[in-house]
């Protein structure tokens, strides 16, 4: 079965701090995506990393997919508030299954 | 945004009972998702369909059956209703093309079995 794990849990920081978030596959990904879902609603996608090494920003979040394409990173500069909520890494197998993390909950204290 | 409707949006329902949860999409996806979170586990993969009346079993199946007659819609149904099935559900779309495979999402439906 595929399986991703992320670390951590649970996170809580101050505004202003950076902060990471690691994603880590048993198996080689085809791809890695990082969703973000705000508490009771739906997921939001942020960013996709395909090849090995690849790097990817958006406003003050980057994502990194490392060579083997067995792990990636989440790393948000300068937390604020509205950062806040879950984020989630998900990725496909080569029959289709769209499959997740466990989560990271992120709280940012103003 | 993705037009992707789920309803209902809220239940609660009695053990033992049918319930049957709708997913709706107006951008015309070959690939419909259930899944249903739950604190602790992430989202779980129910079923999939990657065509009309083409679908498999994801990871939590037991107790679950669906259903695809038409392109914009995927039914979820479990046929009774255990306590255990207590969670929020989310139907998600996509075209997973493999350099643009992004999902889209529902806001989702929270089930309450009593």
């Known amino acids: 079965s595929q399986e991703l794990e992320q670390s951590p849990q649970s996170l809580i920081v101050q505004e202003g701090k950076n902060l990471t978030i690691n994603c880590t596959s048993s198996?080689?990904?085809?791809?890695l995506y990082w969703y973000k879902q705000k508490y009771g609603e739906g997921l939001i996608f942020l960013m996709m990393l395909q090849k090995g090494g690849e790097e990817k920003s958006h406003e003050k979040i980057t994502a990194k997919l490392d060579e083997k394409k067995q792990q990636s990173s989440l790393h948000i500069t300068a937390s604020q508030p509205s950062h806040a909520g879950i984020y989630l890494c998900g990725a496909h197998n080569t029959g289709n299954q769209f499959y997740f993390g466990t989560g990271t909950s992120l709280t940012v204290i103003p | 945004d993705a037009g992707i409707t789920q309803s209902p949006r809220h239940k609660v329902t009695e053990t033992g009972t049918p319930v049957t949860l709708r997913c709706h999409q107006t951008e015309n996806h070959r690939y419909m998702y259930w899944y249903r979170q739950d604190p602790g586990h992430g989202l779980r993969l129910i079923h999939y369909s990657y065509g009309v009346k083409d679908t498999d079993k994801g990871e939590v199946s037991d107790g679950y059956s669906v259903s695809r007659s038409k392109t914009e819609d995927f039914l979820l149904t479990l046929e009774s209703a255990t306590s255990s099935q207590t969670s929020v559900y989310f139907c998600?779309?996509?075209?997973?093309?493999?350099?643009?495979?992004?999902?889209?999402f529902g806001e989702g439906s929270r089930l309450t079995v009593l």
């Open positions: 998600a779309t996509g075209s997973l093309m493999l350099n643009t495979g992004e999902l889209f």
């Open positions: 198996k080689t990904l085809y791809g």
